[in-house]
């Protein structure tokens, strides 16, 4: 999976959401206990596994993309712009919506030519050894949504689905393209997808320092270097760093009021425990 940096940028302001400073809002518990709420709203809860080799995931069907629909002829003109059009898209939908987790902060856009798996059912196995998969947020792809979606497949003119890497689930969040997904799979194409990660300006200033280092190390180390191969070697390093150091974001959770007993009370609500039964029974 190749991935590319689009976007980098420091948001401003406090957001959509006063006490948190962004509607869609990562909380934590003691034990690994995570929600996610919208405006508010819980979305998604997840837990590890008794053993720790796998979280358990349930989505709350509480959810509302903070993309909107995008018609058939906006999508053919900004293909057309390649990724970087897409990446504009999605940066611009993100900062207008009353639905995202911007806050502030900075933040990067990356572009991948072929996205993760879903996940299925109510587990994510924690295997380092591949691609984190998807959490979807949302419901069942609409059928008719997605044959119009297929055409667009068949003609490269298919928007990426957006996703939000979340590190304490070590996964990808669905933010919006199930259909766009369901007709890509449909058609036999690869995914592509915009990913929004939370950065860390230090992080990134240490990569930074990593790819200056090994420059001068390889190429001026030499007493007659060669410009161009040095230029084309540092260009490859620099894209691979950046992109490395994007995928590195921790993302910001915050304590949830009344922490544990709050999180158990959501959970029993929504009937974690059948969940639980479920996928270790």
Avoid: K
């Amino acid at each position: 999976m190749t991935v590319t940096t689009l976007h980098a940028w420091a948001q401003r302001g406090p957001g959509a959401a006063e006490a948190s400073g962004s509607a869609l809002t990562m909380w934590a518990a003691d034990g690994h206990r995570l929600t996610l709420t919208q405006n508010g709203v819980p979305v998604l809860l997840a837990r590890p596994s008794a053993d720790w080799f796998a979280l358990h995931v349930l989505a709350l069907g509480n959810y509302q993309s903070p993309i909107p629909p995008i018609r058939a002829t906006v999508a053919r003109s900004i293909a057309d712009g390649g990724p970087m059009a897409w990446g504009s898209w999605v940066h611009d939908a993100l900062a207008a919506s009353p639905f995202g987790p911007l806050r502030a902060g900075h933040w990067c856009l990356t572009y991948s030519d072929n996205a993760p798996p879903l996940s299925g059912g109510h587990t994510v196995a924690w295997d380092f050894s591949d691609a984190p998969p998807f959490i979807p947020l949302g419901g069942e792809a609409a059928p008719d949504r997605v044959a119009a979606y297929r055409r667009l497949a068949r003609e490269d003119a298919l928007a990426p689905v957006v996703s939000w890497w979340v590190s304490g689930l070590a996964a990808y969040v669905l933010l919006d393209g199930t259909c766009r997904l369901e007709a890509a799979l449909a058609e036999g194409v690869p995914v592509p997808m915009v990913t929004l990660i939370e950065t860390s300006p230090d992080r990134q200033s240490r990569h930074f320092a990593e790819i200056v280092a090994l420059y001068e190390q390889r190429a001026l180390g030499h007493a007659r270097p060669d410009a161009d191969r040095a230029q084309a070697w540092f260009a490859r390093t620099l894209a691979a760093l950046l992109a490395a150091a994007a995928q590195e974001g921790m993302t910001t959770a915050l304590a949830l009021p009344s922490g544990v007993a709050r999180w158990d009370e959501l959970a029993a609500s929504y009937g974690w425990g059948d969940v639980v039964a479920e996928v270790e029974g």
